[in-house]
């Protein structure tokens, strides 16, 4: 459940935070006409991230054996890969996001296009979706009640858009560089798991090798059919008797994601350490057009 809400939580503020920035832009430049393409193209986003996240879910329920490991173990790792790219990606761009957005709603807006504006909200809230989706397949796999895992994934939504709509309105005080920085830590520790988890239904599927099969033994301690246990494997990856293969890959990732991610340390201003004020300030702007 906590992963389920983790992932949807941060992917669903992402997507909110770039609409508003779009639809707060729009109402201070004047065109308030546009506004309908970018509920169009969210609406598309949000139908096609359903869509695929069904197939893929729908996919795995007709596997079985060797294929459903190696399927679930690919399904694995393309999730940790994507979850570093999405982690990366935000703390790189996140000092000139705004300045991106418009700059290319400025092009759209010059060229009197509905259809740029339809296509820059269809694709930033359906590369969250679709991500979303991915994440939650892989998330669901070890979850021992598919219907916790779905209420956290919904109350993650949820939140998201409520602290969304409060920073659009100016009445949430959220700090996002502290909150994307938690969250990204999080979600570091959750992509670690990915990993180890990939790499363990790859070798439950022999496609590769353990290295050494037991380097420790955990199950006097924690066990993992505890429930404790249970949640860690399900949030962290946790494994009580982990393979060579498993131990490598775990703090391999960790090491390389936070030296990654805290150094070196972007020097210029991320916008979203005041991302909340300014889009508050430009909120404050367009209402003063109005």
């Not at 994601?257 to 201003?269: D, E, I």
């Amino acid at each position: 459940m906590f992963s389920s809400l983790l992932i949807t939580l941060r992917e669903g503020l992402e997507g909110a935070l770039v609409l508003g920035i779009i639809l707060a832009y729009l109402k201070k430049s004047g065109n308030r006409h546009a506004v309908q393409s970018v509920w169009f193209g969210t609406a598309l986003a949000i139908a096609v991230s359903v869509i695929v996240g069904s197939v893929i879910f729908f996919a795995a329920s007709e596997l079985e054996g060797r294929v459903e490991e190696i399927f679930e173990g690919v399904a694995s790792l393309t999730a940790a890969g994507l979850l570093s790219w999405m982690i990366f990606w935000m703390h790189r761009q996140s000092s000139d996001i705004r300045g991106h957005l418009h700059d290319q709603m400025k092009s759209a807006l010059g060229s009197r296009s509905s259809l740029g504006l339809f296509m820059l909200s269809f694709v930033a809230v359906a590369r969250e979706g679709i991500e979303t989706a991915l994440f939650l397949f892989s998330a669901t796999t070890v979850e021992k009640s598919p219907g916790l895992s779905a209420f956290g994934g919904v109350l993650g939504l949820a939140i998201a858009v409520a602290i969304g709509i409060g920073v659009y309105r100016g009445a949430s005080r959220l700090n996002l560089r502290s909150f994307f920085t938690v969250t990204s830590l999080l979600l570091m520790l959750f992509g670690a798991g990915l990993l180890v988890r990939g790499v363990a239904d790859l070798q439950e599927a022999s496609v590769i090798p353990p290295l050494v099969e037991h380097v420790w033994d955990g199950n006097r301690i924690l066990p993992e059919a505890s429930t404790f246990g249970e949640f860690l494997t399900a949030t962290l990856g946790y494994r009580a008797s982990p393979s060579l293969a498993e131990v490598m890959a775990y703090f391999g990732y960790l090491g390389v994601a936070l030296v990654g991610y805290f150094y070196p340390r972007a020097k210029k201003g991320e916008v979203f350490s005041q991302g909340n004020k300014r889009l508050q300030i430009e909120v404050r702007q367009a209402k003063t057009v109005e």
